[in-house]
């Protein structure tokens, strides 16, 4: 994929302390792509230094192959923005407020205006007044007049604050239709595990300034390969004799025992899986319940950071 935003060793200190170490990261077009860290983490600075509103003291930020510092308008026509909440004139209509922006950028038609208003449902309601707008709709308005001028980055900074879950499933939802259907890359930081579990492709994970990892949270080629499943049977001990009298990798799991059953590991795909809970019942072996062992984004968290708590 086309990569975006290329940051090669970023670094801010301010007096003594050093706020970003060293942040190297690839952001490709079309991927919805996590910032994940603890309050005070570093988030809220990468993403001022990403749009010019704070210098970098070491290192380098490419957004389209334009360095940020150095090429300034050229790297950030290209970038759209929301930082907390987007700020709207409240007396004017959504679609006011759209040309009112539309008119500071060059090249921005009515149909391109009215593109954007389609493209996050706002149809029904962008010639209200923007103070009947509800906190969601006024992010939705907020992601449509970010991308007037088309850009390749779309930057949110916590943008599911004040949300309630179904504004927050309403915003979800959009930025992977856009990422999809506009092929950009859309950069969200937030400290809410649940939420970017279920938003984005990829995380990267932010400690003191630091980057610990970066993981896909998406199937993709996982799904075509074995996975790590389940089965809670009565007799797990004869469970894995049967299992491997079949011909299947099977092992005990370590998982607390019931009252009178426990786990067994296979590894497998779709088929292995369907396969394995013949075996046992044919070995008369009692399956209570068949399950993917997945780690949670909560659990890679904690295991890349230690154990460091996220509000």
């Known amino acids: 994929m086309e990569t975006i935003v290329q940051m090669r060793g970023v670094t801010k200190r301010i007096g003594t302390r050093t706020i970003i170490d060293n942040l190297t990261l690839d952001l490709p ?14 988030k809220t600075t990468t993403i001022r230094m990403m749009v010019g509103l704070m210098s970098l003291t070491s290192g380098e930020i490419l957004i389209d192959g ?5 090429e300034f308008e050229g790297a950030i026509k290209h970038v759209g923005a929301i930082v907390e909440n987007p700020e709207m004139y409240k007396y004017l209509t959504g ?3 759209l040309v009112h922006y539309a008119r500071m950028m060059p090249g921005v038609t009515e149909h391109r205006v009215r593109e954007v208003v389609a493209l996050v449902g706002l149809e029904a309601r962008i010639h209200d007044k923007v103070k009947t707008y509800s906190l969601g709709m006024r992010q939705r308005l907020g992601v449509a007049q970010a991308m007037l001028h088309r850009p390749k980055l779309l930057i949110l900074d916590e943008p599911t604050n004040g949300l309630d879950p179904a504004g927050i499933r ?5 930025l992977r239709k856009l990422a999809k259907d506009e092929g950009i890359a859309v950069f969200v930081s ?21 980057l610990i ?27 894995v004799q049967a299992l491997q009298t079949a011909g299947q990798s099977a092992e005990l799991a370590e998982k607390a025992q019931e009252a009178d059953s426990g786990f067994v590991i296979i590894y497998g795909d779709r088929d292995g899986i369907a396969t394995a809970n ?8 009692r399956v209570y319940g068949i399950r993917e062992d997945v780690k949670s984004l909560e659990d890679q968290f904690l295991e890349v950071t230690g154990g460091e708590k996220i509000g």
């Open 29 to 42: 077009r079309g991927e919805v792509f996590g910032f994940l860290g603890p309050n005070g983490a570093g």
């Open 66 to 70: 334009k360095s940020i510092e150095k």
């Open 95 to 97: 679609y006011q407020n």
């Open 170 to 174: 309403e915003l979800r939802d959009y």
């Open 190 to 210: 937030s400290h809410l595990l649940s939420e970017m579990e279920l938003m984005c492709d990829r995380v990267a994970i932010i400690q003191n300034g630091r």
């Open 213 to 239: 990892d970066v993981r896909s949270l998406q199937d993709g080629e996982q799904a075509l390969s074995a996975r790590r499943v389940l089965f809670q049977v009565d007799r797990p001990a004869e469970a």
């Open 278 to 285: 013949a075996a046992l019942v044919q070995a008369g072996i």
